[in-house]
């Protein structure tokens, strides 16, 4: 510190920078809420308003409530202000289903874009509030760090933050496993360096993450990847080595290799992964028993 500069300067700067830094998160979430509620008006005035008009296919009746889920009520939450977060655990745990019907329906869906004279597909807008509440939870963490910096009362929004991230996970159904393993990438055939990487099974979604705080009593994950079961691939041996898998998500290049501490982890992982894909399976089956639909083999 220059012999000049007095402690409570120091202070005064971080503190300055902290307002600052809060401005800015401020600035932000307000900007992206509008274009997000932009997005979310392109569905249920353009692509939902078009159908009606335009009609459906006979035996995509009833089918139609499945693709769009409670994004009407999402929709009229955010004009409203209602403090209903849970709506967005309901949007997320319906995703599986709708992306099903969109992709059965991919040359009507097509024609309703041209009608409309859409640049986005419908898929690309009705994965809008899967990616919004995600980053809610950025902005508000950055919103608290920015908070405590300046000095301020911030037990409200640390409840906030801790509310958001329990309510995205909530919204991924079960959690069905955790354990740390050495995770390698390939991507178009090239290995990265193995890192140790902590893994999160849920019923809807495979999430990778690093941990930030080792020893802590209240240990700290920083996201680095996803998978949703229902697009995950896995192969239960690599190498013929007993302790390693590998994941990889349909229509990419990517690939996970996971090396396990010990066979009973590889084997747990591989049991409940096989098990969890088996019950996607079902649950879509189950879920889209509507006339017309091909079951999923």
Request: aromatic share 10%.
């Amino acid at each position: 510190m220059n012999s000049s500069t007095l402690p409570g300067d120091h202070d005064e700067e971080k503190q300055a920078k902290g307002l600052k830094g809060r401005k800015y998160v401020l600035n932000e979430l307000v900007q992206t809420e509008k274009i997000y509620v932009k997005d979310l008006r392109a569905v249920v005035e353009g692509y939902m308003k078009k159908m009606e008009e335009k009609g459906i296919p006979d035996d995509m009746k009833g089918k139609d409530k499945i693709i769009f889920g409670n994004l009407q009520q999402i929709y009229d939450w955010h004009n409203k202000y209602e403090r209903r977060l849970d709506m967005y655990a309901v949007y997320c745990q319906n995703k599986p289903k709708s992306e099903h019907i969109v992709v059965e329906y991919d040359a009507y869906f097509e024609e309703v874009k041209l009608d409309l004279g859409e640049t986005f597909s419908l898929s690309d807008y009705l994965i809008k509030p899967v990616q919004r509440i995600t980053k809610y939870q950025l902005l508000l963490k950055d919103f608290l760090k920015y908070s405590e910096q300046a000095g301020l009362e911030c037990s409200e929004i640390a409840k906030a933050v801790d509310v958001m991230y329990q309510g995205k996970l909530t919204a991924q159904g079960k959690l069905l496993q955790q354990d740390t393993f050495l995770v390698t990438e390939q991507v178009s055939g090239v290995l990265s360096r193995s890192k140790e990487r902590r893994v999160f099974l849920f019923e809807q979604i495979l999430i990778f993450s690093e941990l930030l705080k080792k020893g802590s009593s209240r240990p700290m994950y920083q996201f680095k990847n996803s998978i949703k079961v229902n697009a995950l691939n896995i192969e239960d041996n690599v190498d013929n080595e007993s302790c390693k898998f590998a994941l990889r998500s349909h229509g990419t290049s990517e690939r996970y290799i996971l090396q396990a501490p010990n066979t009973e982890i590889w084997q747990a992982w591989v049991g409940d992964i096989n098990q969890a894909l088996k019950m996607q399976r079902n649950f879509l089956n189950e879920s889209l028993e509507l006339p017309h639909i091909k079951k999923i083999t």
